[in-house]
């Protein structure tokens, strides 16, 4: 499926970053690649093809967003603190420049009648995050730490025990950027979440290969959710369903129909 290809500079990152563009309208999704990964590979592995009926329909968009992970999750020869200070770095370029790109790129198309009430009852024009693997760390860090950017969030086999990748979450900057300890440590505003529902996010991991690490940090996160009153739905797919795109294509699929193919009035807050 052909998008729209962008190369826009960040000032955050001091470098241009790519991105590229699925659909002609809809809710946009910000969408995050498997670790190591780039803003080509949803595209590569048919994850747009997943959601095409959707695209086509006018009801949702995807804008696949580059990685830094070479820098900081995955940068095992620099120290810990650079780790965390670059990934702190792509949260900000996350929400503070590509997300408000987004959102420009999107403000003057025709809405559907449900999109325009959804509008007007969000205090923020809508804007949703996904990812597969770490990827569906990043979506789930950008909802939790700034919900008022963030209308939800889809993490497909994620890995968000960050502290495996960034060190201990001692450090104030690994803390920030690490949704289990900050979950448990009691310090995300539970009062942005009030009127949240289970569809603004989405959680799901398969019980097959490679999948280990994933499905006991998806538990884990569930877990936290809950015990900070905070709503959320999560699947745990079959034996067979492993750590690959095939199966996040189909993933994908169930959840933003559950999400995109009804009353968006009712599934936005």
Known sequence: MDGVYYKEW?????????FKRYGHSGVPVLALPARGGRFYDWENNGMPEAVASLLHAG????????????????AGNSAP?????????????????????????TADEPKAEADEKAAKAASTPVLLCAGVDTGAYQAVNCRLRRPEVFAGAIGL???????????SAEDDLVLRNAPLAYLSEGIVDTKAFAKAEENHLLLCAGQGGYEEDAQADTRALAAALTAASIPSHCEFWGSDVSHDWYWWG????????????????????
């Open 157 to 167: 086999s994620g890995l968000y025990d960050v502290c495996r990748f960034l060190g």
């Open 81 to 105: 603190r650079r780790r965390a200070e670059m990934q702190e770095k792509y949260f900000l370029y996350l929400t503070t420049e590509l997300a408000p790109r987004v959102l420009a790129l």
């Open 59 to 74: 009801k949702v968009q995807l804008f696949c967003a580059d990685s830094i992970d070479g820098e900081s999750l995955l």
């Open 10 to 18: 960040s000032a955050v990152l001091d470098r241009a970053m790519e």
């Open 250 to 269: 189909k993933e994908l699929n169930i959840f933003a129909e559950r999400v995109f193919g009804r009353d968006q009035e009712k599934t936005h807050a």
